[in-house]
């Protein structure tokens, strides 16, 4: 086993797959590097790859009008990247792009969707394990959007109302 499917068979986003299914996901693995600046992927385009980053950091941009490219969220060190490779359309719905050098383990997610095809328990495993790290995901930016949002003058500002 290489040393990178070795982090992918240890690592705690697929804890939840067994031995077996880490095995099968540690196979499509290889190492990558990203410079800073260097897209990983783009909005729009169609999906392939996907990467648990070990080092640096990407941002996740969206193409807001009249706005440009938005950042979304910031990923680093034990962060998934990319499940749009796992549901139609197959498409990236936002850009990825390294802001510091990266390095990365890619899976060849071309296999990894031939294998869940062929064995519905290792895609049901593998489709539960990309929810729950898309839900994290979503968690995050709800707290981001939450925390962007303007006081309400109704709301207490950090000081007890004195009676």
Known sequence: MTDAAARIADHPVFAELGAAERVLVAAT???V??????????EGAPARGCWL???GRVVLEADV??????????LGPGDLLGW???????RWQVTARAVSPTSAI???TTELRVMADQDPRFGYALARTLFAAALERLQATRLRLID??????YEPHGRTAER
């Open 29 to 31: 693995a290889r190492p």
């Open 33 to 42: 590097r990203f410079g800073p600046g260097q897209r990983v992927f783009t």
């Open 53 to 55: 980053i070990q080092e």
């Open 65 to 74: 009008r009249g706005r440009g490219q938005v950042v979304v969220q910031t």
């Open 84 to 90: 749009s490779w796992f549901a139609p359309p197959y």
């Open 106 to 108: 890619e899976l060849d």
């Open 148 to 153: 962007l949002q303007p006081r309400s003058p």
